[in-house]
Nanobody, 123 residues
Framework: QVQLVESGGGLVQPGGSLRLSCVAS????????MGWFRQAPGKGREFVTA????????MTADSVKGRFTISRDNAKNTLYLQMNNLKTEDTAVYYC????????????????WGQGTQVTVSS
């Protein structure tokens, strides 16, 4: 059974930084593409960024490009999301997920999800 556990969320001021982590178990982590999504109150789940399994190729939403960086440590079965220059509109619950098929942008193409970690950007 796949288990994903996110951590690292919290309250930060605009312009600040956070690093989220997602530890995976029960899956061949190194062989799986992984993604980060977020969901703000009253909105749908939004693609943030994804990383391929082998060569670490990445895709990132325009809304966070240049500010957020995805990375992975296959030896630790851990996925990361470094978030810099945070804005109030980045406030959301952030989820990591195991990619299953197709386009990285669609949440329906991911098979397993973590429970999420809250990120609040506010002064």
């Amino acid at each position: 059974q796949v288990q994903l556990v996110e951590s690292g969320g919290g309250l930060v001021q605009p312009g600040g930084s956070l690093r989220l982590s997602c530890v995976a178990s029960g899956t061949t982590f190194s062989g799986s593409a992984m993604g980060w999504f977020r969901q703000a109150p009253g909105k749908g789940r939004e693609f943030v960024t994804a990383i391929g399994p082998t060569f670490g190729s990445t895709m990132t939403a325009d809304s966070v490009k240049g500010r957020f960086t995805i990375s992975r440590d296959n030896a630790k079965n851990t996925l990361y999301l470094q978030m810099n220059n945070l804005k109030t509109e980045d406030t959301a619950v952030y989820y990591c997920a195991v990619h299953g098929r197709g386009n990285y942008y669609y949440a329906s193409n991911y098979d397993d999800w973590g429970q999420g970690t809250q990120v609040t950007v506010s002064s």
